[in-house]
């Protein structure tokens, strides 16, 4: 990730809309902002949520609150919790995420 020609600025996130987008079970609720070519978000994942897809998009993801299950599709399986990160480049590993009886928030730049 190269960041370029994004002068300072602060975000506050309460003011940004929600956008809601479905999963194969539950619901994401996502605050975006994009700042050049970089998409930083606040998402909300309900409980019992699953990805509807394989994503192969390259993201840095902070677990702010609950617990995020991430799943690659050679079916390595991890769990992040508060305080947790990961990070992978584009196309290199796919991975979908879930939840289980407790929905998550992360921070994500992609």
Not at 11 to 24: F, L, S
Not at 38 to 54: A, G, N, T
Not at 79 to 99: C, F, K, W
Request: charged residues 25%; proline residues 3%.
């Amino acid at each position: 990730m190269q960041i370029s020609d994004i002068p300072f600025v602060t975000t506050d996130w309460a003011t940004i809309e929600r956008t809601e987008h479905k999963g194969e079970r539950g619901t994401s609720f996502w605050r975006t902002g994009n700042f050049g070519s970089i998409r930083v978000r606040i998402v909300e994942y309900s409980p019992d949520f699953l990805m509807d897809h394989w994503c192969s998009k390259g993201h840095v993801f902070y677990c702010l609150e609950g617990e995020l299950h991430v799943e690659l599709e050679d079916g390595r399986k991890f769990i992040l919790t508060p305080g947790m990160s990961y990070q992978v480049a584009d196309n290199a590993e796919a991975h979908r995420h879930s939840t289980t009886a407790v929905g998550v928030k992360v921070f994500v730049v992609d």
